[in-house]
């Protein structure tokens, strides 16, 4: 059975009394934020909401927190990129375990909606919890940043995918994440469940440099019988032409359910021209 068969990922405990025992460590304004679910920008105090559609929470859950925080304390990040911020709670969390490294890297963040959208709060907070010196913020779209840092030789060791959900987008993304990505970092896509990200992820999958190194949700129980043939099935050439992936590999096949997905790379990218001629 190959590594992509049965679900090779690691459960990031989200329980209450797990929260109860790290929140404490947190930076005191992201321990504050998570606590209140309000940030500001210093006139008005803002519900921790999406300002476009305020039914939707615009930040991310503890378990991604956590899940972020563990991908920075296993790969020790020289240099790590986030794209999406948003109010910077999840900045918060990935800067909060940077700064507890021995040697603290370099973060670079970027959201072309920061001063228009988000009130520039994210930064604000950033400021107020004493990681400006550690995030590099740009305020620029992410098809226009991302190659100029591939060009400039810039390499990272872990990335957070945050940006804009749709499919064209979190695929661009992830081109250039590639190409930034060290082998042995962690790339992570926060709203995982979404068809347009999850869509994203299964491609990466199919990258033989590519497994999953841990999710924000529990494993799922043992496979079915139908889902074992089902699963022989899909490893069939002329199934994978005539059937969608996801009908031939469940989500829990890869192991790729939660809401926040991060992937490994465990070597160099060397995919030949001819390498999806299946897919």
């Given at each position: 059975m190959n590594r992509r068969s049965r679900p090779g990922f690691q459960w990031i405990i989200s329980?209450?009394?797990r929260?109860?025992?790290w929140r404490w460590s947190l930076n005191s304004v992201l321990n504050r934020i998570l606590t209140s679910a309000v940030v500001t920008d210093g006139v008005e105090n803002i519900s921790l909401r999406h300002p476009?559609?305020?039914d939707r929470i615009s930040h991310v859950d503890q378990a991604t927190g956590s899940l972020l925080q563990r991908a920075v304390e296993d790969v020790r990040p020289a240099v790590s990129l986030e794209i999406g911020l948003a109010y910077g709670i999840s900045t918060l969390f990935i800067c909060d375990a940077i700064q507890k490294l021995t040697t603290p890297g370099r973060h670079i963040v970027?959201?072309?909606y920061q001063n228009q959208k988000w009130r520039?709060?994210?930064l604000r907070n950033i400021r107020e919890a004493g990681f400006d010196s550690i995030v590099d913020f740009r305020e620029e779209a992410s098809e226009f940043l991302l190659p100029r840092l591939v060009a400039e030789?810039?390499?990272?060791?872990l990335a957070f995918i945050d940006g804009l959900h749709r499919f064209d987008q979190?695929?661009?993304e992830f081109f250039y994440v590639n190409r930034l990505l060290r082998p042995g970092g962690i790339v992570l896509f926060d709203d995982a469940s979404r068809r347009s990200v999850n869509r994203v992820i299964r491609h990466a999958l199919t990258y033989p440099a590519y497994e999953v190194f841990a999710t924000s949700a529990p494993p799922v129980p043992r496979r079915s019988l139908m889902g074992t043939v089902r699963v022989s099935a899909g490893r069939l050439r002329a199934a994978r032409r005539w059937l969608r992936p996801d009908v031939l590999q469940k989500d829990w096949d890869l192991g790729v359910l939660g809401r926040c997905v991060?992937?490994?790379k465990v070597a160099v990218d060397q995919r030949a021209t001819h390498w999806d001629s299946d897919f």
């Amino acid at each position: 059975m190959n590594r992509r068969s049965r679900p090779g990922f690691q459960w990031i405990i989200s329980t209450g009394e797990r929260y109860q025992q790290w929140r404490w460590s947190l930076n005191s304004v992201l321990n504050r934020i998570l606590t209140s679910a309000v940030v500001t920008d210093g006139v008005e105090n803002i519900s921790l909401r999406h300002p476009e559609f305020p039914d939707r929470i615009s930040h991310v859950d503890q378990a991604t927190g956590s899940l972020l925080q563990r991908a920075v304390e296993d790969v020790r990040p020289a240099v790590s990129l986030e794209i999406g911020l948003a109010y910077g709670i999840s900045t918060l969390f990935i800067c909060d375990a940077i700064q507890k490294l021995t040697t603290p890297g370099r973060h670079i963040v970027l959201d072309p909606y920061q001063n228009q959208k988000w009130r520039g709060i994210g930064l604000r907070n950033i400021r107020e919890a004493g990681f400006d010196s550690i995030v590099d913020f740009r305020e620029e779209a992410s098809e226009f940043l991302l190659p100029r840092l591939v060009a400039e030789g810039v390499r990272v060791d872990l990335a957070f995918i945050d940006g804009l959900h749709r499919f064209d987008q979190a695929f661009v993304e992830f081109f250039y994440v590639n190409r930034l990505l060290r082998p042995g970092g962690i790339v992570l896509f926060d709203d995982a469940s979404r068809r347009s990200v999850n869509r994203v992820i299964r491609h990466a999958l199919t990258y033989p440099a590519y497994e999953v190194f841990a999710t924000s949700a529990p494993p799922v129980p043992r496979r079915s019988l139908m889902g074992t043939v089902r699963v022989s099935a899909g490893r069939l050439r002329a199934a994978r032409r005539w059937l969608r992936p996801d009908v031939l590999q469940k989500d829990w096949d890869l192991g790729v359910l939660g809401r926040c997905v991060a992937l490994r790379k465990v070597a160099v990218d060397q995919r030949a021209t001819h390498w999806d001629s299946d897919f």
